[in-house]
């Protein structure tokens, strides 16, 4: 069980890199565009 959790744990991490770091390219973005 604690495999199966340490995995979902992963990817749930890697998911909210991918969205953060989304966020501050579309946040840089329209900061530099003003």
Same mark, same amino acid.
Do not use: R
């Given at each position: 069980m %604690?495999?199966? &959790?340490?995995?979902? &744990?992963? *990817? *749930?991490? #890697?998911? +909210?890199? *991918? #969205? +953060? &770091? !989304? *966020?501050?390219?579309?946040? $840089?973005? $329209? @900061? %530099? !565009? @003003?």
């Amino acid at each position: 069980m %604690s495999f199966h &959790v340490e995995g979902l &744990v992963a *990817i *749930i991490l #890697f998911y +909210l890199l *991918i #969205f +953060l &770091v !989304g *966020i501050w390219a579309a946040w $840089k973005t $329209k @900061n %530099s !565009g @003003n």
